[in-house]
DNA sequence: TTCGTCCTGGTA
DNA sequence: TACCAGGACGAA
């Protein structure tokens, strides 16, 4: 489920909640969820949380003694600040706990989700990380431009290869080509100069949305206290194959790029 | 570049 | 019962 927006609504809550906090134990349920090597448990026990970042959609607790944890939430994964004594979530499968009868739960359905720990410096070589472009929302108007010319193929394709820019997900794929009038199917070499720049504002405005609506939720994805967010409310295109645009009216058309559901506006995206 | 695969659950 | 799902990776 998780693309930038929410993966930056996760951060923004765990970074003040963890700062100083300890793990004084780590229970791995689910042991094909940690990358690498399998003792996490032993190699981050009484760490402690000394910062937190993002990088596209990955996440990154900076831990004391030069240690990095890197958790990527993949198609359901959440995180969630628990009590001891809470009823547990219903599809918990790494329990970090922090003292205080406190818990980081790394909650996943499908457990596509990963967690691993890197040494600090190492991070930027880190055969997940090292791929990535610069990070969606931050990456600067000529930055984007110049990658995107560099890049051949479909648009829809390019603007969710990772290596280009980080974080776009499908979802916001679709509403930024929607924001921006233009037809995902497009080759990126037939784009013009006024078409490039109009992707760049959109793609920033649609991801800018979703972090200020606190993410998309549909069924898995909530913040650190569960609660969800609001951006499926305002989503133009995702979803909404066979409906009626809300500018034109006109069907919503749907294809298969990639392995992934595109939609589009056969009239306002050309 | 395209595909199957990793997993499980919800819905038609 | 079959198909679909916010992602990423490795193989062909």
Not at 184 to 210: D, F, M, N, S
């Amino acid at each position: 489920m998780p693309e930038l927006p929410e993966v930056e609504t996760t951060l923004r809550a765990v970074r003040p909640a963890l700062l100083g906090r300890s793990f004084r134990q780590v229970e791995v349920l689910r042991k094909n969820m940690i990358k690498g090597t399998p003792d996490l448990a032993k190699k981050i026990a009484g760490a402690t949380v000394r910062d937190a970042s993002r990088h596209g959609k990955y996440l990154f607790l900076h831990l004391d003694g030069n240690r990095t944890l890197v958790v990527h939430l993949k198609m359901s994964g959440r995180l969630g600040l628990r009590k001891q004594n809470d009823t547990p979530l219903t599809y918990e499968r790494i329990r970090l706990h922090l003292g205080n009868e406190e818990l980081l739960i790394f909650n996943d359905p499908r457990t596509l989700g990963r967690m691993w720990v890197v040494p600090t410096k190492d991070l930027k070589n880190d055969s997940s990380i090292r791929l990535l472009g610069p990070d969606a929302l931050t990456a600067s108007e000529t930055e984007f431009l110049a990658r995107l010319q560099k890049k051949k193929g479909i648009l829809k394709a390019v603007l969710l290869d990772q290596s280009f820019v980080a974080g776009i997900g499908n979802i916001y794929a679709d509403e930024a080509c929607f924001l921006a009038g233009i037809n995902p199917l497009r080759r990126t070499a037939t784009l013009k100069p006024t078409e490039q720049k109009a992707l760049y504002r959109a793609v920033i405005r649609t991801l800018e949305k979703g972090v200020k609506n606190m993410g998309t939720s549909f069924s898995d994805f909530a913040d650190l206290f569960g609660k969800p967010g609001q951006n499926q409310k305002s989503l133009a295109v995702y979803g909404r194959a066979g409906e009626p645009c809300r500018t034109c009216t006109t069907v919503l058309k749907s294809e298969k790029v990639g392995q992934r559901t595109t939609v589009w506006c056969p009239r306002c995206q050309h």
